[in-house]
């Protein structure tokens, strides 16, 4: 359950609500349990999470906290409050297009100043609904809200001739199983390249990564991959250049001629697979 509370412009710490608009828009069922004849048990109300309010549906804020103590004082119960600084502020427009999700079916609810308790888990609805906001780094920038392309797989390898083939045999794994498989050197979006690296892989449903001849570049896109919770796949032609730290981890190994190569898109194909069915 959670504290509902449509007031003022919160943020001072302490406001007032007429006695009378506690439990408004709240089911009888739940309203009793936390009556005592005319009493209100305020103890236990307190020791629910609490949603403050701005009326409107539009772009006011919500803030996440807790009813430190509340008290009556003739016809006004009066509310000291605090802010839970870890959950940013949430729009009431964001609120009211999942208004469903937090037990508010009445748009009316939205403008008029109560109390409500509802029989809802708040921070399962904000899990469910809201994606927390990701820290932001400094050498490069990716959105707040991620968003993966369902068929992309991105190739992280050295750039020179010598790969092309590889890549096209990455290319063509990919496609047999009906992903598509870019990499960095094909677009150009940004001013930097790094920009452009670090974008494809956000939007990557899959990483392959070469790690023949350790190269440098490589190793920080699988960390970036890695960082960002995506599928990497580690291939390489020589045992010795899969790092100490990734030794752990499973990867192909391949030889750079025609029947390695095939037998490489052979291994991709089954991993590609096994990752679609798997999600």
Not at 9 to 28: A, K, Q
Request: aromatic letters at 10%; one cysteine or more.
């Amino acid at each position: 359950m959670f504290n509902l509370v449509m007031g003022p412009l919160w943020g001072g710490g302490r406001d007032t609500m007429l006695l009378s608009r506690v439990f408004e828009y709240t089911d009888d069922e739940v309203a009793n349990k936390f009556r005592v004849g005319t009493n209100i048990r305020l103890n236990e109300l307190t020791r629910l999470p609490c949603l403050f309010m701005q009326e409107g549906v539009r772009d006011e804020l919500a803030y996440v906290g807790t009813i430190t103590l509340a008290r009556i004082s003739g016809k006004d119960i009066v509310l000291e409050y605090t802010f839970d600084l870890d959950i940013p502020p949430l729009l009431n427009s964001t609120i009211f297009n999942r208004k469903l999700d937090f037990d508010m079916p009445y748009e009316f609810e939205f403008s008029r100043h109560h109390w409500a308790v509802k029989d809802v888990d708040l921070y399962r609805v904000l899990l469910r609904n809201f994606k927390p906001r990701r820290q932001r780094p400094s050498v490069f920038t990716i959105p707040d809200n991620e968003t993966i392309e369902p068929t992309l797989v991105s190739a992280m390898m050295p750039f020179n001739a010598g790969f092309s083939p590889v890549f096209e045999s990455l290319k063509a794994s990919a496609e047999k199983v009906g992903l598509r498989c870019r990499r960095a050197d094909e677009i150009w979006e940004n001013p930097a390249i790094i920009a452009d690296v670090v974008s494809l892989i956000d939007k990557s449903r899959v990483v392959v990564c070469d790690c023949t001849g350790r190269n440098a570049n490589v190793f920080y896109e699988i960390g970036i991959a890695h960082t960002l919770g995506r599928e990497v796949i580690l291939i390489t032609q020589n045992d010795a250049d899969i790092p100490f730290d990734l030794r752990h981890l499973r990867y192909v190994k391949y030889l750079n001629n025609r029947e390695g190569r095939a037998a490489l898109c052979t291994a991709l194909e089954g991993r590609f697979t096994t990752l679609l069915n798997n999600s």
